[in-house]
């Protein structure tokens, strides 16, 4: 079974993004907060990861750069979200750090 880790502190948007990943057959795993989600990552790597850009605790940039440090931490497909509005030279910037996808959220 592929693991995706959904990091999103709104339950409603969890319960969506869930139920999305369940319907793609992927068994979905929740994080609140990037700390949660860093010791989900160290127990057991996932296979993808859908992080939400503007978590409290971290940012994407600061969230990437531990992920990527991490054993085996090259390994997830990573995909931002966001519901805010992103520049163009800041959506650059994250395209060109995450090199694997960026969405603007639509969920809930």
Known sequence: MIHCLIFEQDAQTRKSVGAMIEDCGLEPIFATSVLEGLTQCYDNMPEIIICN?????????EFL?????????????VIFSSDAHLGRMQLTSYLETLRDGIVRAAFG
């Not at 750069?65 to 497909?77: E, F, I, T």
């Open 53 to 61: 850009i503007a978590l409290p605790d971290f940012n994407g940039d």
């Open 65 to 77: 750069s531990v992920l990527r440090s991490m054993p085996n931490g090259h390994d997830p497909y």
